[in-house]
């Protein structure tokens, strides 16, 4: 029933708006319908090559941090933490940008904004990628890209999918990130990215409130003025209830048997730091089984595709 509702949706916008949506001719317009078909059949495969010709378009537009820079170094350090998600096939970056962001795409590609790494420490930033990973884990980034090329197919009247390398024009690809970018995660698909993440923090000895932690930092810094402060205050107008999942993870930890006590009780592995604003840390009283249903299969990469490393966007699509 949604397949149909969104099919006849899109037909009847390039009915109706076809020069607002550049679509040249008639015949184009015709076309959009037997595209948005079409498109509902693009496999999964499809998406992953998509989502690399995306990558590829958007590593040219941002500064990638080489090798041997301390950002890209620490990103290192954080993605090696990470176990038993080889079948992901990861690969990392990390964009020289003040913005306070990161994201996972559908092939894999994993890209940290310098400006989250500034203000969270090392935890933080595992639980904010844990938290991506969990949106590919879960399946929503393939559904985003379905959707997203679904819509922009049928503006351009593409009447078959065909995302081989070089078919899509970086029109098509800039289209397909405006659209991506405009559709925003459930409250659900948020929830689980975020119970993911902290599946992935207890399963690699990193702090089960680490998630908790990193939505707190962004609720501190969304009101500032500055341009990154300004692009999380808009981030969360589209997200749902930040503090309220800030607190079920801290229950979830809780319920599971961890404590928070007075920062400096204990030695979490917090090295990198460059700004983190928590004021407490986290007791392990014992150890807890991560639910199954939640726990990926397969090592990183540990960077051996690095090129050097909104989207995260705590949830943003990519």
């Known amino acids: 029933m949604k397949k149909l509702v969104l099919i006849g949706a899109m037909v009847a916008l390039m009915t109706t708006s076809c020069s607002t949506l550049n679509v040249v001719d008639q015949n184009a317009a015709v076309n959009a319908g037997t595209a948005a078909v079409q498109a509902l059949t693009i496999s999964d495969a499809q998406i992953a090559q998509l989502c690399s010709q995306y990558m590829v378009e958007t590593d040219g537009q941002n500064t990638i941090l080489p090798a041997g820079n301390a950002y890209t170094q620490r990103l290192d350090r954080i993605m090696a933490r990470f176990h038993n998600i080889e079948s992901l096939n990861l690969n990392y970056k990390v964009y020289q940008s003040n913005e306070v962001n990161a994201f996972a795409s559908g ?26 990973l969990g949106h590919l884990i879960n399946k929503d980034v393939r559904d985003a890209y379905r959707t997203a090329y679904l819509i922009v197919a049928a503006r351009y ?13 970086t029109g098509f690809l800039g289209d397909l990130g405006q659209q991506l970018a ?20 207890i399963q690699n000895g990193v702090d089960p409130f680490a998630m908790y932690h990193a939505l707190n930092v962004l609720i501190s810094i969304s009101g500032g003025g500055s341009s990154s402060q300004s692009s999380l205050a808009r981030l969360f107008s589209t997200h749902p209830d930040t503090q309220q999942r800030a607190t079920h993870i801290k229950e979830m930890a809780e319920a599971a048997g961890y404590q928070l006590t007075p920062k400096g009780t204990n030695n979490s592995n917090n090295s990198g730091n460059s700004g983190s604003n928590n004021t407490t840390t986290t007791i392990k009283p014992k150890p807890v089984t991560p639910k199954p249903k939640t726990t990926p299969t397969g090592t990183t990469d540990g960077g051996s595709n690095n090129g050097g490393g909104k989207t995260i966007k705590i949830g943003g699509k990519n």
């Not at 940290?112 to 904010?128: I, R, S, W």
């Not at 009247?157 to 024009?169: H, P, R, Y």
């Not at 459930?186 to 902290?198: I, P, W």
Request: glycine share 8%; charged share 20%; proline share 0%.
């Open 182 to 201: 405009s559709n925003a995660y459930s409250r659900k698909q948020e929830t689980q990215a975020d119970e993911t993440s902290f599946q992935l923090c």
């Open 157 to 169: 009247g593409i009447a078959a999918v065909n995302t081989t390398a070089g078919a899509l024009s």
């Open 107 to 132: 092939d894999g590609s994993v890209r940290v904004y310098t400006g989250l790494m500034d203000v969270m420490n090392d935890d933080e930033v595992f639980a904010v990628i844990g938290h991506e």
